[in-house]
């Protein structure tokens, strides 16, 4: 059996993007896209999305589920690491103080980083543990929805 290594890695891709928009995020795939959106006023929480294997059953399951909370941020928006590189850099310029991590999960308010999830606090937990961290950092720093 003949396998196209390049259709079955853009299939890959093509379901973790449609995994996390269909969940409620806004795919930014520009660096323009990231800064216009970042520097809104109020919350926006960042899914820094990968083909890995935590983020596809770790990562997004915990993104999806972690909205069934009576607070939330005001956006919820997601970048592909090593798919839309220059986006996903110009966001991780926002995450001051963390080294790049992918899957990995970044609130800020009025643009300012106030918490991360990285790979660690990821990878090897369960989801609902990130649940958990997604939503302690909801209730924290969000407003009711």
Known sequence: MNIDFNLFMNDVVRQARQEIVTAGYAELTTPEEVEQTLTK??????????VCGCAGGIARPAAAHALHYDKRPDQLVTVFAGQDKEATEK???????FPPSSPSFALLK?????????????????????????????E??????
């Open 110 to 138: 009025d643009g300012k980083l106030v918490t991360m999830i990285e790979r660690h606090e990821i990878e090897g937990h369960e989801p609902m543990a990130v649940v958990s961290k997604l939503q302690q950092a909801f």
């Open 41 to 50: 006023e109020g919350t926006t929480l960042v899914m820094v999305n990968s």
């Open 91 to 97: 966001a991780r310029g926002y995450f001051t103080g």
């Open 140 to 145: 924290q720093h969000c407003d009711e929805v």
